[in-house]
């Protein structure tokens, strides 16, 4: 398969397509500058899938646990997504073969996808990546997510709060794991689930979590403690009931406030690792991390006033680009004649004020200008002018829309860098002395943009 663009990609997607769900996935983990695009054209269309995540420490049973979650799933008729964000689980490959070889019929099971996710080396975050993932998969049709994670770095932590209903996995004689759980995972898990069971001490554990639940807050869900013995499919289903209920409860009142709290957090994963990533892009006068540190060690700065200049020189850098576009320099009209089409602006009274024949682009221009504005007639001189091709496809009207910026190759760096899609990633020469270049309009809402710059006149 030739690279498909973002649009092709999600038609396979939305038709649950194998290869084109792969492919999106790959997009999401290496956090291409394509998926913002693919991720806008296929979200629309998800929101049905349940996701789960299931976290807890090293060998507690979790993809044991998923694939039995899997399987009656699968027999209910349901498509299932299973993401192993841990390196050693059998559905990534690591476990002892035995395990692997007991889910085999998993792998070779079209109605489930498998796919694991590196921990590292993630652009923009693991967190990130995963909801990505599993919003690939949603909009794919399958209704289940299983996302299993190791619980204990923070990324795996945020990657856990993600899903819309969180087990955590404990396991009998692991007293240490309940300190941390009472750190990082308390407040996010929405069912407990005592595995191994069929060992000594399940029972202690199921007590110990009910004590802590006793002492620590919780809001109107009271997460049920389940045990199961994964190995032997026990409880399983007792699980899936306690995730139904807490399905139900997300789509209460209650509930709300809860998915809005998840919801807010995707956001500001997203937000804060792109102002992180900017933060550390920042050099030159407006100050650096590196610069800043070094006038704090210096005593000649405090961290205050450091965050200060950092925050400034981020908001100049990566915000909303203020005073970028200065006008719109004029609207592009494709007309068979620029005689004929001319004449109907002459009646305005928008006279030519300009003309010049654009090589590059194979056109004649008529300027008429409009206040800060012109109108632009273009009249190709080639059938093989862009101008051409629009008037045989479309006939004569509105071809482009041009803003002026300050900065063309700076424009362009910005929009390439959010992943928008550009027809030209450099600049050319356009007509008036400008250098310009054309956004998709796939990107702009619907209309071909020209970015111009204006360069300076030539000395006389
Ligand atoms: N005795 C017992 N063993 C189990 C049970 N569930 C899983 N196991 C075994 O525990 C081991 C680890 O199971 P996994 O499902 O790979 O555990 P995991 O939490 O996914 O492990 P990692 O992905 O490596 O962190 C395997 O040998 C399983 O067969 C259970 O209920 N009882
Ligand atoms: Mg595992």
């Known amino acids: 398969m030739t690279v498909p663009t973002p649009a092709e990609l999600a038609e396979g997607i939305l038709a649950g397509q194998t290869r084109a769900v792969a492919r999106g996935i790959t997009w999401a983990e290496g956090a291409d500058p394509r998926f913002p695009e693919l991720l806008s054209l296929i979200?629309?269309?998800?929101?049905?899938?349940?996701?789960?995540?299931?976290?807890?420490?090293?060998?507690?049973?979790?993809?044991?646990?998923?694939?039995a979650l899997a399987r009656l799933a699968r027999a209910e008729g349901k498509r299932v997504g299973?993401?192993?964000?841990?390196?050693?689980?059998?559905?990534?490959?690591?476990?002892?073969?035995?395990?692997?070889?007991?889910?085999?019929?998993?792998?070779?099971?079209?109605?489930?996808?498998?796919?694991?996710?590196?921990?590292r080396g993630h652009l923009g975050g693991l967190a990130r990546a995963t909801a990505d993932a599993v919003d690939v998969l949603d909009a794919a049709g399958f209704d289940e997510i299983l996302v299993e994670t190791v619980g204990v770095g923070q990324d795996e932590i945020e990657v856990f709060r993600l899903a819309e209903s969180c087990v955590v996995v404990l396991t009998p004689g692991m007293g240490d794991d309940i300190q941390a759980i009472k750190a990082g995972l308390m407040?996010?898990?929405?069912?407990?689930?005592?595995?191994?069971?069929?060992?000594?001490?399940?029972?202690?554990?199921?007590?110990?979590?009910?004590?802590?639940?006793?002492?620590?807050?919780?809001?109107?869900?009271?997460?049920?403690?389940?045990?199961?013995?994964?190995?032997?499919?026990?409880?399983?289903?007792?699980?899936?009931d306690a995730l139904e209920r807490h399905r139900a409860f997300l789509a209460?009142?209650?509930?709300?406030?809860?998915?809005?709290?998840?919801?807010?957090?995707?956001?500001?994963?997203?937000?804060?690792?792109?102002?992180?990533?900017?933060?550390?892009?920042?050099?030159?006068?407006n100050g650096s991390l590196a610069s800043e540190a070094e006038r704090l060690e210096g005593r000649t700065r405090d961290p205050f006033a450091a965050?200060?200049?950092?925050?400034?020189?981020?908001?100049?850098?990566?915000?909303?680009?203020?005073?970028?576009?200065?006008?719109?320099?004029?609207?592009?009209?494709?007309?068979?004649s620029l005689e004929e089409g001319g004449r109907f602006y002459d009646?305005?009274?928008?006279?030519?004020?300009?003309?010049?024949?654009?090589?590059?682009?194979?056109?004649?221009?008529?300027?008429?200008?409009?206040?800060?504005?012109?109108?632009?007639?273009?009249?190709?001189?080639?059938?093989?002018?862009?101008?051409?091709?629009?008037?045989?496809?479309?006939?004569?009207?509105?071809?482009?829309?041009?803003?002026?910026?300050?900065?063309?190759a700076a424009a362009l760096a910005k929009l390439k860098g959010a992943g928008v899609r550009l027809v030209n990633e450099e600049p050319f020469p356009g007509a008036h002395r400008c250098l310009v270049a054309f956004v998709h309009p796939a990107s702009t809402g619907g209309i071909l943009l020209e970015l111009s710059q204006k360069l300076p006149d030539e000395p006389r």
């Open 43 to 67: 979200f629309p269309k998800g929101g049905r899938a349940r996701v789960v995540g299931l976290t807890g420490s090293p060998g507690a049973g979790k993809s044991t646990l998923t694939a």
């Open 307 to 336: 965050a200060e200049t950092l925050l400034a020189a981020v908001r100049d850098r990566g915000g909303p680009a203020r005073g970028l576009v200065t006008r719109i320099a004029h609207l592009g009209v494709a007309v068979e």
């Open 187 to 240: 407040e996010v898990a929405d069912v407990f689930v005592v595995n191994k069971a069929d060992r000594e001490g399940a029972d202690r554990v199921v007590h110990e979590i009910l004590q802590m639940l006793e002492l620590g807050e919780h809001g109107a869900w009271i997460p049920p403690v389940l045990k199961t013995v994964a190995r032997a499919a026990t409880g399983i289903q007792e699980l899936r």
């Open 347 to 408: 009646l305005l009274g928008l006279l030519e004020e300009h003309a010049e024949v654009v090589e590059s682009q194979k056109v004649s221009t008529s300027f008429r200008p409009v206040g800060e504005s012109s109108i632009e007639l273009l009249e190709p001189t080639s059938p093989e002018s862009p101008i051409a091709k629009h008037l045989a496809r479309r006939g004569p009207g509105v071809h482009h829309v041009c803003l002026e910026v300050a900065d063309v």
């Open 82 to 119: 299973i993401v192993a964000v841990d390196p050693s689980s059998p559905f990534s490959g690591g476990a002892i073969l035995g395990d692997r070889i007991r889910m085999q019929e998993l792998y070779t099971d079209p109605g489930v996808l498998i796919r694991s996710m590196a921990t």
């Open 252 to 285: 209460g009142p209650e509930g709300a406030s809860r998915r809005r709290e998840r919801t807010v957090r995707r956001i500001e994963s997203i937000v804060q690792q792109r102002l992180l990533a900017d933060l550390h892009g920042l050099s030159g006068a």
